[in-house]
């Protein structure tokens, strides 16, 4: 058997851990070994004693004949007795070993040397991992929302105000057809006219359906028969209409429809030119049950200012103590005493009256 000279275990944490030896319980292992200078050379009696980074082979006269390094270490023919050890895969020395305890001290070192190596197929295999999770990652979260952009991008204007006449008459399944008197109609038309291109172009006033107001792909916008009938002034009317407007204009009426719709609609849309069936109806009825959001004060403040419109009515309209619209009201671009006229007296009453009553 091999001498054992047997030391207080270590402590040490960190680099000391990873000792090339793998024996961090044993200061010095001895063990007598047969050494050939090659595989067909004289045979000699040794002694082997394993240090912190090398195998030293030594006479019994305790001469230095070799020093192998423990991280280049190689079995020759594993499982076997007695086991046979080289200095490296290709070196002409061989050692013979029949100690057990200095055979897996030895097997302990090769392994840690192992484990501590580069693994370039297993790295390889961790990056394509990576990868394809990256670009799973990118199919789910980002594609999606890619496609549905770049569909509404370059859908035509006709095929967008075909698609929100569809979905008007989906609307008015639910809400009944639109109001429309004469006097009414040409009241409309001069309010939209009035406010220009700071509002969409086609003004529908509904008899029920939406809570207030609405937009569509191809500029329809939607208003509910209270929103004229029951304020004292138009320009609580057209701050309704130029909040709308602002709504619009943050997202694509054309992208919101298909993001309800989902990618397979989008995919449907992109390369038919149609949406698949039921599709419009589902979106009418989400449209008209979804709570809306207050468009950023100074995006608005400004669609105000150059609609010539004052805030301050539209602001008390939606929140009669003002708190929620203070903003609005703070910094009215024109003054409700000095602002120019919205509509005329007549057209006023016309407008209110559009719906028959």
Known sequence: MGRLCYAAQRQETGTQTHKMTALAEFERLEAPAIWHASPDAQRRDVILSIGDATLTITDHRDIAIAHWSLAAIERINPGRRPAV???????????????????????KVRRAVARARPQPGRLRARLIGAVCLAIAAIAVLWLPGALIRYTASIVPDVSRDAL???????????????????????????????????????????????????HLPGGYLLVNRS????????AVVAGYLLAETERAARLDPLEALLNHAGVVAALRLLTTGNLPEGQLSAYAESLLTAPQSDPAPGPLLARFAAARVPSTPYAFAVDISGERTLPLIEADPISPATAPRILSDGSWVALQGICGG
């Open 227 to 234: 929103v004229v009938e029951d304020h004292e002034s138009p």
């Open 85 to 107: 050890f080289a200095p490296g895969i290709d070196a002409p020395e061989r050692i013979e070993l029949s100690d057990d305890t200095m055979i897996r001290a030895i097997d």
């Open 164 to 214: 929100g006449r569809s979905l008007l008459a989906e609307v008015t399944r639910v809400s009944g057809a639109p109001c429309a008197v004469p006097g009414g109609d040409a009241a409309l038309q001069a309010l939209s006219a009035r406010l220009g291109d700071q509002t969409l172009a086609h003004l529908v006033v509904l008899p029920a359906g939406v809570t207030t107001t609405a």
